[in-house]
């Protein structure tokens, strides 16, 4: 213990003997439960039919084949769409861990760690996710594919990716420091990326589209009535009777405070007017708010659409 190299060596161990070389979450992809994955789906969003289709599709394929060899499936639309919630509900239907892994602005090093000949040396993020989820078989987000290498990044980034996701390297993947080859073979890699076609060629080589288009106004009143609105008055503490919104006013909303593609600046209203209403109820208001039009305008401003 008194030795100079001691917390190093203690250190390299520690990592070793608590990766997930053999444990999994699940028996494989042949186990499949395709009807248990479509209703995770359909629990957390409402249409997006056809992305959940090409994801179901490629689940089907890896189902009859035993593996999950093949283009990764990569969602590509504009922020706020739900292409993140779209891979967290595939890993809840398979019954598997998710973690993120966010690729823009990384380093070589940071993913693939650095050798132990040099100081300060340690694990890369890869290696850091199997060790804290304990199974290596999760389903691993990488989001933000398309931003990978831009910036001042250390090192070749995209070809440490490249090498990784392709089939046949991923049985042997190796982290530096720890210098010994751990098996990807049995994790779900979905990726994100806002425009398909800024990732980099070799990688986009590894991808199978699935696009994700912005919601409409109708089917943002939807959404907020039957999913968003139920999940925001809890967070706000609020009960259902503390509130009623019309069909019409949550397209007033829709219409005048929320035109980006996908639903973040209709989140962010409904809880700046959920809020206003907590306040009050705080305060000793304790009956029904309802929204109208002027309402609204009173709190959240004149409409920023016309």
């Not at 520690?14 to 359909?42: C, I, Y």
Request: proline share 6%; charged share 30%; glycine share 10%.
């Amino acid at each position: 213990p008194t030795a100079s190299d001691a917390s190093e060596i203690r250190s390299y161990l520690d990592w070793v003997l608590n990766m997930p070389w053999n444990r999994r979450a699940t028996d494989g992809p042949s186990k499949v439960d395709l009807v248990a994955v479509q209703h995770a789906l359909d629990e957390e969003h409402l249409g997006l039919e056809e992305p959940k289709e090409r994801l179901l599709d490629y689940l089907a394929v890896a189902r009859l084949r035993g593996d999950l060899r093949g283009p990764i499936p990569c969602l590509v639309g504009p922020p706020g769409v739900g292409k993140t919630t779209l891979a967290e509900a595939v890993a809840r239907g398979l019954g598997r861990p998710v973690a993120s892994l966010d690729l823009g602005g990384r380093g070589e090093s940071q993913l693939i760690g650095t050798r132990r000949t040099r100081t300060g040396a340690q694990p890369g993020k890869i290696a850091g996710i199997y060790r804290d989820l304990g199974v290596n078989d999760p389903v691993l987000i990488l989001e933000e594919i398309d931003l990978i290498g831009l910036g001042k990044v250390e090192g070749d980034p995209i070809e440490v990716m490249e090498e990784a996701l392709q089939w046949e390297n991923r049985g042997e993947f190796t982290d530096r420091y720890l210098n010994l080859p751990f098996d990807l073979r049995n994790t779900l890699f979905i990726a994100t990326a806002q425009d398909f076609y800024r990732i980099p060629r070799h990688l986009r080589d590894l991808m199978l589209e699935i696009r994700i288009a912005g919601y409409t106004p109708e089917e943002k009143r939807e959404i907020a009535r039957e999913r968003m609105l139920p999940r925001l008055i809890k967070e706000h503490g609020l009960e259902p009777d503390d509130v009623s919104f019309s069909d019409d006013v949550l397209f007033h909303l829709a219409r005048g405070y929320a035109r980006d593609s996908g639903l973040g600046l209709m989140r962010r209203a409904l809880s700046a007017l959920l809020r206003t209403r907590a306040r009050a109820k705080a305060l000793g208001d304790l009956g029904t708010w309802e929204f109208d039009i002027e309402r609204i305008e009173s709190i959240l401003g004149l409409p920023r659409y016309i």
